[in-house]
C-alpha cells in the first residue's frame, strides 16, 4: 500500500506521489478519511484484486492525486473528509470524470444516497460496513471497471477489422490496395521499411515490390527467386505473423537478404494466405531490435487475412484484363495458346476464395469457379447456362442485379454493390459484388466478369460492433440514469416510513392517496429497468411478409388503451393496395409504439396524430421503391438545437423521472435493422413528423 508522503509529514512536494504512481500499470484505488479498521479491510480487498491501495487523510491530498490522473476508483469517508455525500462526489467527477467513485458515511437519511448518485458516484456505503460487505462491494466495483475496459478493448478492434476489410476490398488496383495495405499497417507495427513478396503467376517465382521509399533504395533481388528459395516457402501455413531477429547470424533468404544493405535488425513476415497456400507475404523490417516488441501480432494476422484476399482479386483482376485482351487478338491464330491460356486462367480462378464468375450478353453464366460453388451450393454444371439473375433473394435485389449487369455492358464498372443472393440450401448470403466489362471482339461477343465476396461474416461483426458500443455506453452512462431510480425509490421509503409513525390508523382515503403513490413510483422504476434492458438487448431479426396498415392497428390499439390521451384525434390517411413489407412484425409494432407514445406526450392538452402511408416509385437515383410511414403530431415540437441529438441513448427533453431517453434509439435501431431511413422535421409550438422508408424488394 502507497501512504501519502505528504499527509505523513515526509518531504517530496505535492506531485512526488502522483508521479510515482504514474510509473505503476497496476490500478490505483484512492482511500481517503477512513477509520483505522475500514482502512485495513478496504487494503487487503484492494491487494486481494491485485490493485495499489493509495491512503490519503485530507480532501486537499485527495484532490491533488485525483488533478494528477493518479487514482482510477476512490473509496471517501465524507464524514471524515468534512463534505456532504453529494458534494464529495460531484467535486471527485469535476476533477476526474472517469475515475469510480464510492462514498461511505453515516448518515442514514434516505437524500444522502440519492444525492450521491445523482452526482455520479458508483456507490453508497452506510457506517457501520462489515469487512466482508465492504470487500465485497469494492470487488464488484473493480470488476465493473474492468468489464467496461474490455468491453471498449474489443469494440475497438471490432472497428479496426471492420474498417481494414471495407479498405482493402475498395480496390482491384493491386499497387493501390499495397500502398492502402502500409498505411494502415503503421497503426499496428513500428518499421522502416515494407517490401511484398508475391508469386508471378504459374511460373514457380516469387517477385519482390517495395512499397516503401527507403525500400526502393534496396539492391531488391534483380530477377525472381524460385518459390521454393523465397521467403514464400517458409510462410506458416497457418497464416501466424513470423518475426526475424538476431539477423547478423540469420540465414534469409535470397528475396530478403538484401535488407541487410540498410542496417535492419528485425523482421515481421505476414503471409498473405489463400486455402492455406502462401499466395505472398508483406515483410515490414525495422533498424531497431526491439520494434515489433508491442506489436500486437493477433490483429496483425487479422489484418494479413484480409489483405490476402484483396490481393489475390487483385492479381486475377490484372490477369483477367491482360489474357481477355490477348485472347480477343489472337484466337484465330493461336487457338492452341488460347486453350493453353484458358486452362491458366481457370487455375487462378480457382485458387480465389471469393466467387469469381463470367456471363455472356444474356446473362448466362459462362464460368463458375470454386469459390462460386463454396459460397452458393451449385456445382460447375447446375450453375453454368443459367441466368445469373435467378441467384438474387429477391425480385429487388433481381432487378438490381440485372441493370448491373446491363451497366456493365455497356463499359460501366461498379464495385462494391451490397445485396443478398440466395444458396442452393436456400439460404440467404450477403455479398459484394464488382462487376465489369470483358471487351469482345470478332470471334467473341464479349461478356462481363462479377467478383463477388460474401460478407456475411463482416456483417454479423458490425452487428457485434453495435451490440459491444452499446453495452459500452450502457456501462458508462448506468450512473447517470441511476437517480431515476433512486428518486422513486426516495419517495416510496419516505410515506412507508410516513404511515409506520402515525400514531393512528389512517382514513382510508389518505391511505389509498399513499398507496397510489407507491404504486406509481415502482411503475417509473419498472419502466426504467425495462426500458436499459430492452436497450440492452442482443436483437435478432427474423423477417416475414408483414402488412403494415394491421400493424400500425394493432399497435394503436394497445398504445391507446395503455396510455389514453384526453383530446386526441387520430386520423388516418392509409394508401389502398399496399405491398407486403418483408419485416420483423414485433420490432415494427416497437418502432411505432414508440413514436406514437412521444406523439401523445407531446399533445398532453389535446391535438390531433395523423398516420399516412404511400408507396414511392423507383427513380434513376434510387433503384429500389419505397413503402413510406409518416406520424405527424400537433403538439410543442422540438427545439432545433436538439433535433441532432434525438436519437442519442439517454438523451431527453422530457422532465426529470418522465423519460429514460431510449424510446427514439431504440425506433432508430429497428428503422436501421430493415435497412429503413427514419428522419424528422419540427417547428416548435406547433407540431413534429417522423417519417421512415422502408425499402421494397
Request: charged share 25%.
Amino acid at each position: 500500500m502507497a501512504f501519502d508522503r505528504e499527509a505523513a509529514g515526509e518531504s517530496g512536494g505535492p506531485d512526488a506521489a502522483a508521479r510515482s504512481l504514474a510509473r505503476d500499470a497496476r490500478p490505483r484505488v484512492g482511500l481517503a478519511g477512513l477509520r483505522p479498521q475500514t482502512l485495513e479491510a478496504a487494503c487487503a480487498a484492494v491487494a486481494a484484486e491485485g490493485c495499489e491501495a493509495v491512503a490519503c487523510r485530507q480532501a486537499d491530498r485527495l484532490f491533488a492525486l485525483l488533478a494528477a490522473g493518479a487514482l482510477d476508483l476512490v473509496l471517501a469517508d465524507s464524514d471524515a473528509l468534512g463534505i456532504g455525500p453529494g458534494e464529495l462526489t460531484r467535486r471527485i467527477k469535476a476533477v476526474a470524470p472517469q475515475t469510480m467513485a464510492l462514498v461511505l458515511s453515516r448518515d442514514g437519511a434516505a437524500a444522502a444516497p440519492v444525492q450521491a448518485m445523482r452526482a455520479g458516484a458508483y456507490d453508497y456505503l452506510q457506517e457501520p460496513v462489515s469487512p466482508e460487505e465492504l470487500r465485497e462491494r469494492l470487488r464488484y466495483a473493480l470488476g465493473a471497471r474492468r468489464l467496461g475496459l474490455a468491453i471498449r478493448q474489443r469494440s475497438l478492434q471490432l472497428a479496426f477489422l471492420s474498417r481494414l476489410s471495407g479498405t482493402f476490398g475498395a480496390s482491384l488496383d493491386l499497387h493501390h490496395v499495397l500502398r492502402t495495405a502500409v498505411g494502415e499497417l503503421r497503426a499496428l507495427a513500428d518499421f522502416d521499411l515494407a517490401l511484398a513478396v508475391l508469386r508471378a503467376g504459374s511460373s514457380g517465382a516469387a517477385a519482390v515490390v517495395a512499397l516503401t521509399p527507403d525500400a526502393g533504395a534496396v539492391e531488391l533481388a534483380r530477377d525472381r527467386v524460385p518459390i521454393e528459395r523465397s521467403v514464400l516457402a517458409r510462410c506458416p501455413g497457418d497464416g501466424q505473423p513470423r518475426l526475424l531477429t538476431e539477423l547478423d547470424g540469420a540465414a534469409l533468404s535470397p528475396d530478403l537478404a538484401p535488407l541487410r544493405q540498410k542496417g535492419v535488425r528485425a523482421i515481421l513476415i505476414l503471409p498473405l494466405l489463400s486455402r492455406r497456400e502462401a499466395v505472398g507475404a508483406i515483410v515490414l523490417a525495422s533498424r531497431r531490435a526491439d520494434a515489433f516488441a508491442g506489436a500486437d501480432l493477433d490483429l496483425l494476422r487479422h489484418g494479413a487475412e484480409h489483405l490476402a484476399s484483396a490481393v489475390v482479386n487483385a492479381l486475377l483482376y490484372e490477369e483477367v484484363k491482360a489474357l481477355s485482351a490477348r485472347l480477343v487478338d489472337d484466337v484465330r491464330a493461336r487457338t492452341r495458346e488460347a486453350i493453353e491460356v484458358r486452362e491458366y486462367l481457370e487455375s487462378l480462378l480457382e485458387m480465389a476464395g471469393d466467387a469469381i464468375i463470367t456471363v455472356d450478353p444474356e446473362r448466362r453464366i459462362t464460368t463458375w469457379n470454386d469459390g462460386a460453388r463454396q459460397m452458393l451450393g451449385y456445382a460447375r454444371d447446375e450453375a453454368r447456362g443459367t441466368d445469373l439473375c435467378r441467384l438474387a433473394s429477391g425480385e429487388g435485389a433481381s432487378e438490381q442485379l440485372a441493370r448491373i449487369i446491363h451497366a456493365s455492358l455497356a463499359g460501366q464498372t461498379a464495385s462494391n454493390v451490397e445485396t443478398l443472393w440466395q444458396r442452393k440450401d436456400g439460404r440467404e448470403v450477403s455479398v459484394s459484388l464488382t462487376a465489369s466489362p470483358i471487351p469482345g471482339g470478332a470471334a467473341q461477343r464479349g461478356g462481363v466478369l462479377v467478383i463477388a465476396r460474401d460478407v456475411t461474416e463482416r456483417k454479423r461483426l458490425q452487428e457485434e460492433l453495435f451490440h459491444s458500443d452499446k453495452l459500452a455506453s450502457i456501462g458508462q452512462l448506468a450512473a447517470g440514469v441511476a437517480h431515476q431510480i433512486n428518486n422513486p425509490l426516495g419517495a416510496i421509503s419516505g410515506r412507508a416510513q410516513m404511515l409506520l409513525r402515525l400514531s393512528s390508523p389512517p382514513d382510508a382515503d389518505f391511505l389509498r392517496e399513499q398507496l397510489g403513490k407507491i404504486r406509481a413510483d415502482c411503475a417509473r422504476i419498472a419502466d426504467t429497468i425495462n426500458d436499459l434492458l430492452g436497450f440492452a438487448r442482443k436483437t435478432e431479426t427474423v423477417k416475414q411478409p408483414t402488412d403494415v396498415h394491421a400493424v400500425l392497428e394493432e399497435t394503436l390499439e394497445m398504445v391507446a388503451h395503455g396510455l389514453p390521451a384526453a383530446g386526441v384525434r387520430i386520423e388516418r390517411r392509409y394508401t389502398d393496395r399496399l405491398p407486403p413489407l418483408l419485416a420483423s412484425p414485433n420490432h415494427l409494432r416497437q418502432l411505432f409504439a414508440n413514436l406514437v407514445t412521444n406523439a401523445f406526450d407531446a399533445m398532453a392538452a389535446g391535438g390531433t396524430l395523423t398516420i399516412a402511408t404511400s408507396l414511392l416509385p423507383a427513380t434513376p437515383d434510387r433503384p429500389e421503391k419505397l413503402l413510406e410511414v409518416s406520424l405527424a403530431d400537433t403538439g410543442v415540437g422540438i427545439d432545433p438545437e436538439d433535433i441532432p441529438r434525438i436519437f442519442e441513448p439517454f438523451f431527453t427533453t422530457k422532465p426529470p423521472g418522465q423519460g429514460t431517453g431510449l424510446g427514439l434509439a431504440v425506433a432508430h435501431r429497428i428503422a436501421q435493422l430493415h435497412n429503413a431511413h427514419i428522419s424528422v422535421e419540427s417547428n416548435p409550438g406547433s407540431g413534429t413528423t417522423f417519417t421512415i422508408q422502408f425499402p421494397i424488394q
